[in-house]
């Protein structure tokens, strides 16, 4: 146990976290240079587009110390954005130390902040990195001042580095055998291993990511999962080069994966702990909670023949991801299609663009919503994530929505733009504190309805990026709603509906029906849209109808030319969903949330 | 280049006493108009070269067709060639294919070109149409366009054809231009431009249709990419009237042509009856056509080829025995479907619905009831003796019309 280091890095985005990981990798030398890929760890083409991390990664890194010991260096790659928060406080618990980087030229940032925090929960060894030394905007002595100014650390720790150009890496790693301390535990005790992810894998079922913190696990074994008691025999056990590796056992201070038949990953919860059947711990590691989806929408194939596959599909991807739900749903307008639960509009991003990429689909997502508690006359309570299935509001007595309790870190320049925010956005109940100064944290009650949709977004543009967000749900509140839907050339669009605070809906009906004139292209005849709330039209606009487009000549028999716009027109109409005879695109659905702040 | 002659139409046309059409592309130009993003040079030293290639073409594509009934020769600029080399060219082509009797022979000429000498020698050769390039009767917009001839000169010059017995004569006018007021953006406003354009194109109609030409087009003014015009345009230095504008253009224009006897019998052209161009049907009724010279296009029933653009690419390959195409393919019938449809509604005729059907397998009424009936109840399609017709409004919008 003591040759065994087990680390994550933690940066603000863009401050170089996978070149580091890809050049600790090469170091190394798990991967042979000629089959490096950039970004090696991020194997989804959509992670490395974005530049993002969204499924956890881990290799483990054989090292030959200096002080001429062996060891394994494991290294957890975490993914990045608050839809994912318990994901990563899953990660980090199963470390013992983290590389806090920090980018030369920019210095400390919103995320670097919001990581030390997370990092300081798990009392994990912090070894701050200041990367991309080269830069000739580099201004380390700043960066240094800020180590110690904002995040309070002893300037004494910290290493240099260019990732880039590999300059800096072996002392990263002397650093990670130094500092890290070993894993504790008793590879004797019952098991107890912590599930921080899990991958589905065609040939073998789920492959369960996870830390051993007691105990040991062997191919034979009969494990239970303590969340749902279920019970699998283990069929192999081992570690991660990039690829698995297949080891007799695991134990105590290892990370790992373990396959035991578990068929699907929503079998597994991640947090959850693993022990033995035939000799459990005496109680599970601390921290589970169960992930539940807060944002709800429906997905429908654009083409109804393509139903079917969408269905497929969607059983597939479960496979891999085991906080997205779904159910059979139906709209009057689109057909028929899923109701499905994400974990935020991140998560549903990715989950569409997954949909589309990976499985050739094209969908349409309706406006998302989050769940709603009705109380009815005959005291029934009703819980509607789906406007479709708003109550008679005749029979109504409660309405209640959702809040979140928001945390936000940011520079005190900031207070006053994101309070407005905060109220803005129905937040109440504020609280202020002064962490260090200069920087505040600030907490609100805010419905969750107001922060799904622009919410991140808008904080994050209020605070030129360097605020940081993070919130929990807490309870259901009294709250007046009512319930909007749009009409388009007098035809109800139900993917279009929305529940919205009484207060808001004049306001909410007039931006959905400006951002559907902006989404919606200009067609052959006029295409009117209007905002309804009981039968009342509250809002109106009407797109004017295009009288001339034919322009390219069909000149000399070239007809090719013409042929082939028109072709890439008729794809692009392909992606639209023709409702009556006017076809609105995919990004309507979700652009009638969005507030036009910019 | 031996036996193999790849793309001899496969099929007869629609309307089966069509015959096909012939296309010859003369690339050459006095200079370059500000608008023009159709390929031509300046450089005249290969004209010599350029006819020997031609000559060449035309023989590896002897028996391509048993005969044609049209013959068009466009450019560039045909009346840029030397008298003497167009009658000797016309000449050859008559030697290489069969052009029939009662042919319609179009060639292209430039206002600024025609002498009299010019126009008997087309006579004698037989040339019985002209298109005239004149583009505009205003001359601040044939400075701006980079014409070469003024207002006075092109009126002068649809004269002289009359008076040398040319009986069938078509205008080229274009319309949509920027105001030619001189102002940019900024000190200017967008409508102030759109009001003032339109007169201008109204007393350009006007001078036309007082010249009783047999036909006229009417195109729209696009931005080609490249073009010292867009450029312009780009730096705000001339403003293009709005969209609506635009329709109001088109829909006064087709007006104002119709009620003076001249039918709207496709998007940009207008016609005494019986004098529409029977070569340019050709292109919207999917019948076959051979185009040679450089960026000529070919159209053999099912396959679509088009020549090299570069004059030099051009001779050079004839001249080393290969085919100088650029690029050829081969329609589905989907492909096939969507011209139809797209060519289709550009005419005033429209389509067919029982010929679409059985060629395409589509009934349109059927499958695209709904969207038909709403089109037709906004006066954007009629349907009437089996065709699917696009109104006036409707033909503006024919792009649209074609993605339904």
Known sequence: MDNIRNFSIIAHIDHGKSTLADRLIQFTGVVEDRNFQDQILDNMDIERERGITIKSQVVSLPYRAKNGRSYTLNLIDTPGHVDFTYEVSRSLASCEGVLLLIDAAQGVQAQTLANLYLAMEHDLAIIPVINKIDLPSADVERVLEQIDSELGLDTDTHLKCSAKAGIGIEEILEAIVERIPPPKGDPAAPLAALIFDAKYDSFRGTVIHCRIFDGTVKAGDIIRLVYNNATHRVEEVGHFLLQRQKLDSLSAGDVGYIIAGVKTVSDVRTGDTITLENRPCPKPLPGFKEVKPVVFASIYPIASDDYTDLADSLDKFKLNDASFVYEKDSSAALGQGFRCGFLGLLHLDIVQERLEREYDLSIILSVPSVRYRFTLKDGTILFVDNPAHYPDPMSIIKSEEPYIRAAMMLPERYLGAVMKLCMDKRGVNSTLNYPSPGRAELIYEVPLAEVIFDFYDRFKSVTQGYGSFDYDLIDYRESSLALLDILVNGEKVDALSQIVHRERARSRGLQACERLKEEIPRQMFKIAIQGVIGGEIISRTTISAFRKDVIAKCYGGDISRKRKLLEKQKKGKKRMKMIGNVSIPQSAFLAVLKSDTE | ?404
């Open chain 2, 1 to 404: 280049m031996n036996g193999c002659r790849p793309g001899h139409p496969t099929r007869r046309s629609q309307e089966t006493d069509d015959l096909p059409g012939l296309y010859i592309h003369i690339p050459f130009c006095l200079r370059k108009c500000a608008y023009c993003g159709f390929y031509s040079i300046t450089d005249h030293s290969l004209i010599p070269a350029f006819l020997s290639a031609l000559r060449r073409e035309m023989d590896h594509y002897q028996g391509w067709a048993a005969s044609f009934d049209t013959l068009y020769i466009g450019g560039g600029t045909p009346s840029v060639l030397h008298e003497g080399d167009l009658e000797a060219l016309i000449a050859d082509i008559r030697i290489a294919f069969t052009i029939t009797a009662d042919a319609e022979i179009t060639v292209e000429v430039n206002p600024a070109d025609i002498t009299d000498s010019l126009l008997a020698s087309l006579r004698r050769s037989g040339v019985n149409r002209l298109s005239i390039g004149i583009q505009s009767f205003d001359d601040g917009s044939l400075a701006l366009l980079g014409r070469r001839h003024t207002a006075l000169q092109a009126i002068s010059a649809v004269r002289r054809v009359r008076d040398a017995g040319f009986e069938n004569i078509g205008l080229d006018l274009i319309y949509g231009l920027p105001c030619s007021c001189g102002h940019d953006a900024a000190s200017c406003p967008q409508e102030q431009h759109d009001v003032a354009t339109y007169p201008s194109w109204l007393s350009t109609l006007d001078k036309a249709i007082g010249m009783n030409p047999d036909h006229i087009s009417c195109y729209q003014l696009t931005l080609e990419e490249g073009t010292p015009l867009a450029q312009k345009c780009s730096r705000g230095e001339v403003i293009l009237p709005e969209e609506s504008v635009l329709a109001d253009f088109f829909c006064n224009t087709s007006k104002f042509l119709e009620e003076n006897g001249y039918g709207h019998y496709e998007v940009s052209n207008f016609a005494h009856p019986g004098r529409e161009s029977r070569h340019n049907r050709k292109y919207w009724n999917h019948i076959p056509y051979l185009g040679l010279g450089p960026a000529a296009h070919s159209f053999s029933g099912r396959e679509r080829r088009w020549n090299r653009s570069s004059v030099e690419a051009y001779i050079s390959d004839l001249e080393s025995g290969r085919e100088p195409v650029e690029s050829r393919e081969t329609l589905s019938d989907e492909q096939l479907g969507l011209e139809a449809l797209f060519l289709g509604f550009r005419t005033r005729r429209g389509i067919c619905l029982e010929t679409f059907r059985s060629r395409y397998g589509q009934d349109l009424l059927a499958e695209k009831r709904e969207t038909v009936e709403r089109l037709t109840r906004e006066g954007l399609v009629e349907i009437r003796d089996g065709f699917l017709r696009p109104t006036r409004a409707g033909m503006a919008v024919a792009d649209s019309l074609a993605l339904i």
